[in-house]
């Protein structure tokens, strides 16, 4: 597996200046931007837990409960990247494009993993 190296991306995510998403389903863009919101006023919570000196264990399941719910957000964007980009990348049948997407789709998942 080649690390580090992006597969080019079938639906044109990575053409031009930087790296973009290609496509993202609108309602999947405005649910993650309501669920970030949502985690930046639990994340500002924890901090004034912290700040009151707050029970620790109660501190532990706010930022559980936190954990969880970033690692949502990045199962939502899993799968758009896994419905648009990778999808469209395999169709392509180009065995090179085929290859680097199924090495970063390994990257991702490892990662994901820990």
Do not use: F, W
């Amino acid at each position: 597996m080649v690390t580090g190296v992006k597969a080019p991306c079938a639906c044109g995510a990575r053409t031009g200046n930087g790296d973009q998403a290609g496509t993202v389903d609108p309602e999947v863009k405005h649910s993650i931007g309501t669920r970030l919101r949502r985690i930046e006023g639990q994340v500002r919570g924890l901090q004034k837990m912290i700040e009151e000196e707050r029970y620790c264990a109660d501190v532990l399941m706010q930022l559980s409960s936190v954990q969880e719910a970033l690692r949502g957000v990045g199962r939502t964007l899993l799968h758009n990247h896994l419905k648009h980009c990778v999808t469209e990348a395999i169709r392509t049948q180009d065995p090179e494009q085929t290859d680097a997407m199924y090495d970063e789709l390994m990257e991702l998942m490892y990662k994901n993993a820990r």
